[in-house]
């Protein structure tokens, strides 16, 4: 029996209670239900259009103009399927992947010349093992430190790749890697550890997508036949009451690939990978209904020249300068009620002896203190079924500004629905220059099964 | 082939005829004696146990007398795996596991309920997107916002709480009668310092004189007004202990209102400690092999 939406419940007149109203639960023969190997699948099948809606142009004070017209950037079917099973006691595989086909005015159609374009990509793919106090996981999987959601200054280990601005969460567009990880659960404490034997790097924008700009020369991987990259790292987790701490230590490579042109003046682009050591820490503490969340980072031999802006590459500075880093994060978060939360995260980063190594008239590109914030609402209504949120970004500086608003409405337990609206401002200190008054809507319809 | 709990009507009347010199003895008890033993019974569902669970939210009206949802309820079933801890197991270390929606499957929090007042409890959650466990703040610091959810619904870290009885002031109000049944009415006002991490002004109890069990829980604001009613039905004995099958709290509030039906309560199951951790979020090979063992004490 379903009531208006009106009717109200009031607490002064005594009332009735159906006791049959979840009685169907009751019913429900647990033996009668069969397994079947399509349980370990879960897919949710999406068609995606965003585009830019502002028809205005940018402008590079003292370098150019551009002209900016509304135009649609994606228009893709995807499937995300994911499969998990645990197949043997102690064993589990679990497999993610995601098929994309680009339709008519995607931005990877029109960079294929025309055709449909259809792309496969393997996400996660792990044998897992677990016995005793210990377990072992091989194969593409991501590995997460620090305690600060979204922009955490230890969350560096996998790679990231951006191609749309409607996926703006990092765990979105975190990419997994072939690891080994091995856990040890101790009674007081836990370790887990990490091998990564073929380290992979931030992959270049995609052509045709709003991060690619055309280099001056191509693009390439890093030529491995140098000598072997490793990356490997172990980190410290114990739990005390009302709070979580961990230290960790790593030796990685830097995630961004760095580009200098090539000796002739001619051919591909060098590009230059840099290691460096990690010293991290970082903790929570519960507070009522307040969760603290901090990240710290120390990171030694950094390139003090790499460009940092996720998903595109730098041709620029080729100063090849080491420096020591110091990095925090800093995360609030409280829960209003069950329907409504605010977080707020900080990052902020800093180079040690900036000026140390600089030839006469060199600057950094970050200079001073350098990161960012995070404002993230949330606001679920209609009993869960619309879930309202906003994100607002920027940088320290106050140079960048992306705001979002997004609405997501799950018509039934297969069927949803979502919209985002995108907007981004900024002045000419900030590589986000290039998206200045930009206006982005983007709407999904998926299907979960 | 898993006990099923409704084969054991027999067990249940025995047991009831048992308890029958219970009630007796009972009308002497004090308040504080009554919580007790009603925290004694809560605590008995969770210890060394085994569950598996419905829980159903959706926004409720009144329909010719009678409380019915607005809306489709979402539905998501659970299995829960708890123990005692700590002096005469009075803590409570827990961790459900949620096995439907298919979009939510294997989500996983852990909880650890002290009875000691001056312990704040404890909440992990596993978010696969984060690929991480994540501390949820679970504590309410005033009156205008809700302790940590379970899973979304109105249920929340507070209403499952136990123990801390040392920070209530206890009342027994009257004895009455509620849904058929004998009860005694008991308010509990929490002292000064427990009201700082409570919701709850005053909360009201129904508690069924024979089987130690909440028919009716009523939750005041600082107002002095109702914003939430728990009721308790369907009571019947699981593996010997009186269990409401059936618990729907209504938050008067917001007008929505969640079920918790218990499909399954399994108890004297060996739960190894190693169990009770974070791993069991985190490490999908060690939980489903022990839960199959855990499972498999049943046949």
């Known amino acids: ?449 | 082939m898993r006990r099923n709990i409704l084969g054991k009507g027999l067990v249940c009347l025995i047991a009831a005829g048992l308890l029958f010199p219970l009630q007796i003895i009972a009308q002497d008890l004090s308040a504080r004696e009554i919580m007790e033993e009603l925290e004694d019974n809560r605590r008995a569902t969770s210890n060394s146990a085994l569950s598996r669970m419905q829980l159903s939210t959706c926004k409720f009206g009144v329909r010719e007398g009678k409380i019915t949802c607005a809306e489709r309820p979402r539905v998501k079933s659970l299995e829960s795996v708890g123990k005692g801890y700590g002096t005469d197991l009075r803590d409570t270390r827990s961790v459900a596991i949620l096995l439907e929606p298919a979009a939510e499957r294997g989500i996983g929090m852990l909880s650890f309920i002290y009875d000691d007042g001056a312990r704040d409890n404890e909440t992990w959650l596993y978010l696969s997107a984060l690929g991480r466990v994540k501390r949820i703040a679970s504590g309410s610091s005033d009156d205008e916002t809700e302790p940590g959810s379970l899973f979304g619904s109105e249920f929340t870290t507070e209403d499952q709480d136990t123990g801390k009885l040392d920070e209530y002031e206890i009342n027994l109000l009257e004895e009455t009668v509620e849904a058929g049944r004998e009860v005694w009415k008991i308010e509990t006002i929490p002292n000064e310092e427990r009201a700082l991490k409570s919701r709850y002004s005053r909360t009201v109890l129904y508690v069924d004189k024979e089987r130690f069990v909440e028919l009716r829980i009523e939750m005041y604001d600082q107002y002095g007004k109702e914003i939430k009613r728990m009721l308790g039905s369907r009571v019947e004995q699981m593996n010997g202990i009186w269990v409401a099958r059936s618990t729907t709290i209504m938050n008067l509030v917001t007008n929505r209102l969640s079920n918790m039906a218990f499909l399954e309560m399994h108890t004297g199951i060996d739960v190894p400690d190693e169990f009770l951790t974070q791993r069991t979020l985190t490490d999908a090979a060690f939980r489903e092999t022990e839960l199959e063992k855990l499972r498999a004490q049943i046949n």
């Open chain 1, 1 to 449: 029996m379903v009531l208006d939406d009106d009717v109200q419940f009031d607490a002064d007149v005594d009332f009735g209670f159906d006791d049959d109203l979840f009685g169907a639960a009751f019913n429900e023969d647990s033996s009668a239900s069969s397994a079947s190997w399509l349980d370990d699948f879960t897919i949710k099948i999406t068609q995606q259009f965003s585009g830019q809606i502002n028809n205005h142009s940018v402008d590079i004070p003292s370098l150019f103009s551009f002209p900016r017209e509304a135009e649609l950037e994606t228009n893709r079917l995807g499937a995300n399927i994911r499969y998990q099973n645990a197949f043997a006691p102690g064993w589990l595989l679990q497999a993610s992947g995601q098929i994309r086909s680009y339709w008519k005015d995607d931005y990877e159609y029109e960079a294929e010349g025309g055709k449909i374009d259809v792309e496969y990509r393997v996400n996660e793919f792990f044998l897992q093992r677990s016995f005793d106090q210990h377990s072992l996981k091989f194969g593409r999987q991501t590995v997460v430190w620090g305690e600060t959601t979204g922009n955490s200054v230890l969350d560096i280990i996998n790679t990231t790749e951006f191609r749309a601005f409607p996926i703006i969460d990092i765990e979105d567009a975190r990419l997994n890697q072939w690891l080994l990880v091995w856990d040890y659960f101790g009674e007081d404490s836990n370790f887990s550890s990490f091998l990564n034997i073929y380290p992979e790097f931030n992959p270049p924008a995609v052509r045709g997508s709003p991060f690619f700009f055309e280099p001056a020369f191509n693009l390439t991987d890093y030529d491995r036949d140098s000598g072997l990259q490793f990356e490997a790292g172990t980190k410290w987790r114990k739990s005390f009451e009302g709070s979580d701490i961990s230290f960790m230590a790593a030796y990685l490579y830097e995630n961004q690939m760095r580009f200098e042109d090539p000796i002739s003046g001619i051919g591909d682009a060098v590009a230059q990978v840099n290691d460096f050591f990690l010293l991290g820490f970082s903790a929570n503490r519960a507070v009522g209904k307040l969760l603290l969340n901090f990240d710290l980072a120390y990171s030694h031999d950094v390139q003090a020249d790499s460009f940092s802006f996720p998903g595109t590459a730098s041709l620029a500075n080729p100063v090849n300068l080491k420096k020591d880093q110091i990095g925090t994060s800093f995360g609030f978060e409280y829960a209003i009620s069950n329907e409504q939360s605010i977080s707020l995260g900080i990052q902020a980063q800093k180079l040690l002896d900036e000026d140390e190594g600089l030839l006469p008239g060199q600057s950094l590109i970050n200079d001073g203190v350098f990161g960012s914030w995070l404002v993230r609402y949330s606001n679920t209504l209609m009993n869960s079924d619309l879930v309202i949120s906003s994100t607002l970004q920027g940088d320290l500086n106050a140079n960048s500004l992306l705001a979002l608003l997004g609405v997501d409405y799950t018509v039934n337990d297969n069927w949803a629905v979502g919209g985002q609206i995108i907007s981004i401002t900024s002045n000419d200190a900030s590589p986000l220059i290039f998206f200045d008054e930009d206006v982005r809507l983007a709407a999904t319809l998926s299907y979960s099964f």
